[in-house]
């Protein structure tokens, strides 16, 4: 099986100077924790934010929501995989680095954003127990 048939395909950026308290407020209408940053016009991924990312890089050290910017808060490092990796590659790489969530790329040449897949996506799309392996994984070292 491979990452697009398991991946949630309807991602879109969101600018880089979105509010932090927009940004929760996209969260709760798409009923997500994770957003990619980036400029749709020329598809350049640009970071991501999450919930957590929200709370702890900026919440809690007295940022204001409604005036600090998604890019207050972001993770620089992207971790990725490509549509057309395996789903078991996708969740060796989601243990491999701790992670629940993988921003999908369509290929290794134009690297746009085409997805997102999750650990709830294989555990959702599992037939062979790679859903329990993989969160087990991210959570052995946490």
């Known amino acids: ?23 929760a407020a996209r969260m709760h209408e ?8 980036g400029d749709s016009d020329n598809d350049k991924l640009q ?3 999450t919930d957590r990312d929200i709370v702890v ?19 620089d490092k992207v971790l990725y995989c490509f549509q057309g990796d395996s789903v078991e590659s996708a969740a060796r790489s989601m243990r491999e680095q701790q992670v629940y969530r993988l ?6 040449e134009e690297k746009r954003l085409c997805g ?13 127990r790679l859903g329990g392996e993989t969160a087990k994984g991210i959570t052995e070292r946490h």
């Not at 099986?1 to 940004?23: C, D, F, G, I």
């Not at 890089?57 to 993770?75: F, M």
């Not at 897949?117 to 062979?128: A, M, P, W």
């Open 1 to 23: 099986m491979q990452v697009h048939e398991v991946m949630s395909s309807n991602v879109r950026y969101v600018p880089s100077n979105t509010t932090l308290a927009e940004a």
């Open 30 to 37: 798409i009923d997500t924790g994770f957003l990619p940053i």
């Open 47 to 49: 970071g991501v934010v």
């Open 57 to 75: 890089r900026a919440i809690a050290v007295g940022k204001d929501p409604q005036k600090a910017t998604v890019s207050d808060a972001k993770t």
């Open 103 to 108: 921003v999908v790329l369509n290929n290794k």
């Open 116 to 128: 997102v897949v999750s650990l709830g996506d294989i555990v959702r799309n599992d037939k062979e």
